[in-house]
């Protein structure tokens, strides 16, 4: 969901009805006037106008809130996971094993 101003997308949030447990989350985007209470207010107010129950602890779906460009924006969020890492256990250590950060130029 995305409404031309902040208050446009809490009417929007206001109709949406979920059956699981969620939580929402400010996504920074660099914009100097986000403060840390700035943030965790919309965040409070966004979770409060939505239609299901709150849980910070484990939540079963969590939703991210942001602004870009002057509009606000409200959907799921997906967190992003460091498949490299796990790549970087060999099965085996050889020492002609090559490192998995060798990169190739």
């Given amino acids: 969901m995305e409404g031309e101003s902040y208050r446009e997308l809490l009417e929007k949030v206001a109709t949406f009805q979920i059956g699981e447990t969620f939580k929402v989350m ?3 985007n ?4 986000e403060t ?3 943030r965790r ?3 409070k107010e966004v979770g409060l106008h939505i239609n299901g129950v709150a ?5 079963k779906r969590l939703f991210g809130v942001m602004n870009i ?3 606000s924006i409200f959907g799921d969020y997906v967190k992003s996971e460091s498949v490299w890492y796990q790549h970087q256990q060999n099965p085996h250590n050889y020492s002609t ?3 998995t950060r060798v990169g190739t130029y």
């Fill in 26 to 28: 400010y996504v920074k």
């Fill in 30 to 33: 660099g914009s100097v006037d």
């Fill in 36 to 38: 840390f209470e700035k």
């Fill in 41 to 43: 207010a919309m965040e």
């Fill in 55 to 59: 849980d910070y602890r484990q939540p």
């Fill in 69 to 71: 460009n002057g509009r």
């Fill in 97 to 99: 094993a090559l490192s």
